[in-house]
């Protein structure tokens, strides 16, 4: 489908996916940052009970009682779907989901540019269902474009079923590329329908915070209303914590204060959100301003705000302190939880204090929760960092013993510290490895450390070589991928390369950087290539226009 057939398609109008509670979905940054950490992706509530959920942040841990609000399933890995009225054999079900989903991602992904891609659609023998729209929108969760050339055509095929689910994950794709136009079409249809609810306001506002569109982040959370959904403390904390996570906490404590001023009075929650975004910010002025605030209002800190405030001193590389602050929640007879000793040993590991992290590992253990696959991610990242490798393999060894895993994030762990000390040939052969174990398969995040490697090697015959292996796999690239490549052909003046990602990039509707078609502009004047640059320039023009209308 050219790039033509593609606008034409996001200027009509389209379909869900709801977010169906306060979860801990942290920011996630590069894969070129050190996986020092873990984050925590369940209510905190929970706390008391070991989770039964991994949880990886890649530079930085977070931890609070509610934070990022994410279609619920937004981090599910591709053997998780999820699932509503399952017949016999529901295991089966799933893993028809999962490949169909597979079928129509690698169709979509070796054919973007095809004007006929959806006869090619048409040919693929699946059963569309609810389930399988919603799995294969969320592997088109980067790409827009793409995501919305599915969707009308699933919604035409015999048994496709608007679901608030479906929606919310095409809303969140087209997020991504800013067609904020298109996203508020969708709106008015799931109103008509009947599946408007305020989780995809919040899912709207975390776009646009994303984007650095703080002001019309905070109007879509006005908007709810006049949309006949009356804004609640629980929407207000919603908002201010994605404001938070968009590192935009100074806006988000302005409009904490405007708010709590006339329209809500905070709860323990809007404290804690405040304490992780300053946290992050690394801002202990600040948090300490905010902790005595909440405290002068009558909120006592709780398990959640000692591991919100033991994370920002592991985060500030205060870990004395942070030791202190763990002791001094046991002396208010607060008990710690899986989470707490989790920063504690991830943090202690990244500064080399191995033995400190391995008592506390040791004091998790002691204090009765069996270890999940999180607890066993942060040992092993505990030892990467002093390079005790022999130590971290150990444990996967013996994680596989207890049937805990390991799972994808265990080895992107173990990869990052290996490419980090020179170890290239080791990483890629555990790289090569990964799919031979259960629930392994490596993932766009694998992938980018992999293909970052290949690119900082100069080896570029490589990082192709296992691009087309992730593409082969339904696996598709975003922004960040696609730049790092671009930018190595560029380096190594193979300038019809880096032309042909370049446009590959623009088909599934990822807008460039600017720095990134500017490398790519100066490589191409330096050839004397003016004609490319011309028809390159006509093009981006085209894909910034279409975002502003469609």
């Known amino acids: 489908m050219g790039i033509s057939r593609v606008f034409a398609l996001l200027l009509r109008g389209t379909s869900k996916n709801p977010i169906n509670s306060f979860r801990h979905f942290p920011n996630v940054s590069s894969t070129a940052n050190p996986p020092t950490a873990i984050s925590l992706r369940e209510n905190l509530t929970l706390y008391s009970t070991p989770i039964k959920k991994d949880y990886l942040l890649l530079s930085g841990f977070g931890c609070a009682r509610t934070l990022s609000y994410r279609p619920n399933g937004t981090d599910l890995d591709p053997t998780q779907v999820s699932i509503h009225n399952i017949s016999n054999n529901p295991d089966a079900k799933i893993e028809n989901v999962v490949e169909d989903a597979e079928k129509v991602c690698k169709v979509l992904s070796h054919n973007s540019s095809n004007p006929r891609i959806e006869s090619l659609l048409d040919g693929i023998c699946i059963e569309i269902s609810s389930e399988l729209v919603l799995e294969v929108l969320k592997k088109l969760s980067n790409s827009g474009v793409l995501a ?189 939880n899986p989470h707490i000793f989790c920063t504690l040993i991830i943090g202690l590991g990244s500064a080399k204090r191995l033995n400190e992290a391995l008592r506390f590992f040791r004091q998790s253990e002691a204090s009765g929760f069996s270890h999940e696959i999180p607890t066993y991610n942060a040992l092993v990242g505990a030892y990467c960092w002093s390079m005790r490798m022999d130590d971290a393999y150990r444990v996967l060894d ?136 011309l028809t390159l320039d006509q093009k981006i023009e085209k894909l910034r226009r279409t975002s502003l209308v469609g």
Not at 216 to 237: I, Q, R, Y
Not at 267 to 280: C, N, P, Q, V
Not at 426 to 440: D, G, H, I, T, V
């Open 148 to 336: 919305l050339l599915f969707f009308r055509w699933a919604e035409k095929q015999k048994g496709f079923r608007y679901t608030a689910e479906s929606y919310n994950a095409l809303i969140e794709a087209l997020g991504k590329i800013k067609q904020f136009n298109k996203i508020w079409e969708l709106v008015n249809d799931m109103k008509l329908k009947g599946l408007l609810s305020k989780d995809t306001f919040a899912l709207i506002s975390r776009r646009y915070a994303r984007a650095r569109k703080v002001k019309e982040a905070v109007e879509t959370f006005e908007k709810m209303e006049k949309f006949g959904l009356k804004p609640e403390l629980s929407d207000f904390n919603r908002l201010i914590d994605t404001l938070s996570k968009s590192r935009n906490v100074k806006r988000a404590q302005q409009v904490f204060d405007k708010m709590t001023e006339k329209r809500f009075k905070p709860d323990i929650k809007s404290y804690t959100i405040l304490l992780e975004g300053w946290g992050e910010e690394q801002n202990l002025l600040r948090l300490n301003e905010v902790y005595r605030e909440m405290r002068a209002e009558g909120f006592e800190p709780d398990v959640v705000t000692y591991c919100i405030m033991i994370n920002a001193h592991c985060k500030a590389r205060k870990y004395d302190e942070a030791i202190e602050l763990f002791y001094q929640m046991e002396s208010s007879n607060i008990k710690p």
């Open 398 to 533: 013996d994680m596989r013993q207890r049937g805990v895993g390991p799972n994808s994030r265990t080895y992107d762990i173990i990869l990052h510290h290996l490419i980090r000390n020179k170890k290239t040939k080791e990483a890629f052969s555990l790289f090569q490895r990964m799919s031979q174990e259960p629930s392994c398969e490596p993932t766009v995040s694998t992938y980018d450390i992999i293909i970052r490697m290949f690119c900082n090697e100069e080896r570029l015959d490589m990082a192709t070589r296992v691009w087309n292996q992730m593409k082969a796999k339904g696996v598709l690239p975003g922004m960040h991928m696609f730049s790092t490549l671009i930018n190595s052909f560029c380096l190594e003046n193979k300038l019809d390369d880096a032309c042909k990602f370049f446009q590959e990039m623009m088909d599934m509707g990822i807008r460039p950087p600017a720095q990134l078609f500017s490398n790519l502009k100066q490589s191409l004047l330096d050839e004397g290539r003016k004609d490319l640059i």
